[in-house]
Each structure stands twice: as structure tokens, then as C-alpha cells.
């Protein structure tokens, strides 16, 4: 039974193009981000959710916007794509009361725009 | 706000050899490290981590760290190195002042040869 689920695992567009990755985690975990790791594998966090409320928002652009409906959900929507877009999205939770930030990912949506 | 650097985008060993990944931090507060693998078209996965107490960590699959806070290092080790431990793998850092945004170094290489 996965953990952190995301889908869809392969996720091939064109630019200009709005599309959505969904996450789900069975974990009972209250805290929820989105990574981005770009082709250098260098893995930038991008948003986090707390129980349905942001908390973290670094400076991505507004075409980039993640809802959360309950605290087991946390989705993406990027419109208008772009060829920059183009990446792997990783979906993690982590659990509130363990506070010190140990993740625990999903195995990733790989996006390209073409 | 807190950093990591990782020293050597690559580094190759022989099966059987000494593994030693290394990485630096930088933290204006007491942090929390952590080591991740990913191995390829997968999610990251926790190898070991360091909060509090005992600074040398013991992980999965035969890893640990030392946590060196006069150097500001978390160096990966393993004493015998297998095929099956070549991946990528991350240290990475949070805080609480940072509300756990866990931050990511650019991570190492590690090629097994046999």
C-alpha cells in the first residue's frame, strides 16, 4: 500500500498547456510539500501545506498554484507551461509531531513540455 | 537560513572499497541533517538522520554519518561498498526557524565499480 502517491508518474505536453499532478499520503502525516528537481537533479522545495494552510510559498511563479483539499491531499496546477516546467515533481509529507522535518516522498512526476 | 554543500558532484569506488560522501552545513540554530538515496526513476528515501543526542548515526543498508558541529560536516560512510548502492544520494537540512523547510544539497553521484 503506497505511502505518498502521486499521479500521473509520466506527464508529456505542450507549451502553453495547463495540466494537474495530484498527491495523496495514507500516512496520517499533517504537513505536505512540493519539490521540483530539475535535470541537475537539484531538488527545490516549492510550496507546503500544514492541515490545508500554506506555510511555506517560495518565489515561484503565480502560474503555479497547489491546493489542498484535506490534509491527505495536496495537488498542482500550472498553467500556461512553459519549456522550464519541464522537470520532476515530487510530491512528500512529513509528520507534524516529529518536528524536525524528515520526509517522505512519492516516486515523482516527470514533466516535459515540448 | 540554513545550507548544504555537498563536495563532489561524482564519485566513483570499487565494490568493496570505503564510501565516503561528503557534506557541509551552514545553520544559524542547532539543525536537524539528514541523509536520502534515490536510485533512478525513484523518490528520495531516508538513510539516516541526526536531531538530537548520539552524533554518530547509524542508517540502512550499512551507512552512517557522523554529525561534527566545530566542523559544520555530516559525512556519509560505509565501510564496504556493493553494486547495489549506486545512486544518487542528498544531504539536507532543516530547522525550525526555517518551520522545517527542509533544504537540499546538489547532491553526489556514486558510481560502484566492480
Known amino acids: 500500500d503506497t505511502a505518498v502517491s502521486q499521479t500521473p508518474k509520466y506527464l508529456v505536453t505542450q507549451m502553453g498547456n495547463d495540466k494537474s499532478i495530484k498527491c495523496e499520503q495514507n500516512?496520517?502525516?499533517?504537513?505536505m510539500y512540493w519539490y521540483k528537481q530539475d535535470s541537475k537533479k537539484f531538488l527545490k522545495i516549492m510550496f507546503s501545506?500544514?492541515?490545508?494552510?500554506?506555510?511555506i510559498n517560495e518565489t515561484v511563479p503565480n502560474r503555479f498554484s497547489p491546493k489542498s483539499p484535506d490534509k491527505a491531499h495536496l495537488n498542482l496546477h500550472i498553467n500556461s507551461l512553459e519549456l522550464g516546467d519541464s522537470a520532476v515533481y515530487f510530491c512528500?509529507?512529513?509528520?507534524?509531531?516529529?518536528?524536525?522535518?524528515?520526509?517522505?516522498f512519492g516516486e515523482g512526476s516527470r514533466l516535459t513540455v515540448l | 537560513a540554513q545550507s548544504v554543500t555537498q563536495l563532489g558532484s561524482h564519485v566513483s569506488v570499487s565494490e568493496g572499497a570505503l564510501v565516503l560522501l561528503r557534506c557541509n552545513y551552514s545553520s544559524s540554530v542547532p539543525p536537524y541533517l539528514f541523509w536520502y538515496v534515490q536510485y533512478p526513476n525513484q523518490g528520495l528515501q531516508l538513510l539516516l538522520k541526526?536531531?538530537?543526542?548520539?552524533?554518530l548515526v547509524k542508517g540502512i543498508n550499512g551507512f552512517e554519518a557522523e554529525f561534527k558541529k566545530s566542523e559544520t560536516s555530516f559525512h556519509l560512510t560505509k565501510p564496504s561498498a556493493h553494486m547495489s548502492d549506486a545512486a544518487e544520494y542528498f544531504c539536507?537540512?532543516?530547522?525550525?526557524?526555517?518551520?522545517?523547510?527542509?533544504?537540499f544539497g546538489a547532491g553526489t553521484r556514486l558510481f560502484v565499480k566492480a
Open positions: 501545506y500544514n492541515n490545508k494552510e500554506l506555510i
Open positions: 539536507a537540512v532543516s530547522a525550525p526557524t526555517g518551520g522545517f523547510k527542509t533544504i
Open positions: 512528500a509529507s512529513s509528520p507534524r509531531q516529529l518536528n524536525t522535518g524528515e520526509l517522505f
Open positions: 500516512l496520517g502525516h499533517d504537513t
Open positions: 541526526y536531531t538530537t543526542g548520539a552524533t
